[in-house]
């Protein structure tokens, strides 16, 4: 959520910057403004009945001392009053700050001054691409017919079992599945993350605290019974960890690193790019958390790029890094660069990682704050998290670039998780 006193400071900044947004409803901002300025008189209004009430209060009582109890009836009269107009005043502003907090939910985080102007992925910008493109032989699959070829995965038991989008590994499949996950883990821990098993369901608190809510119910599946939505992604969850938590400068930065299943109802249903593993209900993945302090954020930032880097060198994967632009930004991202993966049989390009910094946005829902060493003052700390990495995708761009002839080469790096270097 936004910090109030941004808008405040800054509106004319935070239009132009929610313009590269498209977002449809600048005026928000206005409302939001206009609401505030009335809580604040209704506080000023408040501060000044209890002030009177508590003065009223003390010449009471030394009335009453006096034996004049018939001046402090008449001051009772009084302070009747003005409970009556407390609680009047302590309901108007509570529709003012439920209202005010209402629209305040609705405004998306403001994109850094980096971010490129755009409506779509088409303008994103690509920042880098490294590694080389394989050339596969003629006989070469998508990933969907390696799967079925060599009873890696079948998507036909998933529907089977629960629909269509919910994968079922098999085999060298569910070894490989298991492989990238430890070995993006084990990478994760070298780097300073403290490995974390969180919930896979989380309550609509925890849910509103990275912004899944109110932005994007739709997406998420949701259990009635017992008000819990089931995790989109692990960030969810580790985030919420330090929910209303004060951090010294020296705790931070604060790393984590979380594998969870991850639960997504928008998969698409048809088409070359929701075949196989391209885009699924239910997948898995290592998410990447850092609390970072506030000046040192987009610095966290380049690191966490580097991180993921390392992990697609490793995998030998041709991949490439998008800047993201405006308009194809997430709802609580302030930067956002995106991760793809060449997939050699589809000829084309498969997102598989989204690194972000949320500045303040998050730690203001959360209220996760820093406690400056000198002043002893609090200010919010930065939040950043990054894909490394979803698998899928990963496993749909391994299959198909590593195929050979011979059958499917498992990349060095990986064979002492997977225990087999080839798939045959």
């Known amino acids: 959520m936004l910090e109030l006193q941004t808008l405040r400071n800054n509106v004319a900044v935070a239009k132009e910057r929610l313009a590269l947004r498209h977002f449809p409803q600048p005026e928000l901002i206005d409302q939001a403004l206009e609401l505030d300025e009335q809580r604040k008189k209704a506080q000023s209004t408040l501060d000044t009945i209890l002030a009177e009430s508590n ?26 009053t003005l409970k009556q107009q407390e609680q009047e005043e302590k309901a108007a502003m509570d529709k003012v700050e439920a209202n005010l907090r209402k629209i305040m939910l609705q405004l998306p985080n403001l994109p850094h001054a980096s971010v490129p102007a755009g409506k779509s992925a088409e303008d ?21 017919e390696l799967m079925s070829q060599y009873n890696l995965v079948s998507m036909e038991l998933g529907v089977q079992l629960t629909g ?59 259990v009635t019974e017992d008000n819990l939505y089931l995790i989109p992604t692990a960030e969810v969850p580790i985030t919420n960890i330090y929910r209303d938590h004060i951090f010294n400068e020296s705790d931070l930065p604060v790393k984590m690193a979380g594998h969870s299943p991850c639960f997504r109802r928008e998969a698409g249903t048809y088409g070359k790019d929701v075949r196989g593993l391209n885009r ?67 000829q084309r390009w498969l997102e598989v990682s989204s690194v972000s910094n949320f500045e303040t946005f998050q730690s203001n829902r959360l209220k996760a704050r820093l406690r400056d060493a000198q002043s002893k003052k609090t200010r919010l700390v930065h939040t950043l998290n990054g894909s490394a990495l979803a698998l899928p995708r990963i496993m749909a761009a391994l299959l198909e670039n590593h195929q050979t002839p011979e059958g499917i080469r498992i990349p060095a790096a990986l064979q002492p998780y997977t225990g087999f270097d080839w798939i045959r």
Not at 316 to 322: A, Q
């Open 55 to 80: 003065s009223i209060a003390k010449e009471i009582g030394m009335l009453m001392k006096q034996g004049k109890t018939a001046e402090a009836d008449i001051l009772k009269q009084r302070t009747t």
């Open 124 to 144: 994103n910008v690509v920042r880098k691409q490294a590694g080389n493109i394989p050339q596969l032989h003629a006989a070469s699959k998508p990933h969907w």
């Open 164 to 222: 269509a989008g919910f994968p079922v590994f098999l085999g060298k499949g569910a070894r490989l599945q298991r492989a990238l996950a430890s070995f993006f883990l084990e990478r994760a821990v070298q780097a300073g993350y403290l490995e974390v098993v969180p919930p896979f369901m989380v309550n609509e608190q925890s849910a509103y605290g990275t912004g899944q809510l109110p932005d994007k119910e739709g997406q998420m599946y949701f």
């Open 280 to 346: 699924v209900h239910q997948f898995e993945k290592v998410e990447i958390v850092q609390f970072a302090h506030p000046d040192q954020s987009y610095q966290t930032l380049e690191d966490m790029l580097a991180h993921v880097e390392t992990l697609l060198e490793a995998l030998e994967l041709p991949y490439r890094i998008l800047h993201l632009c405006g308009g194809d930004m997430g709802f609580a991202s302030a930067l956002t660069y995106d991760f793809e993966v060449f997939s050699a049989a589809q």
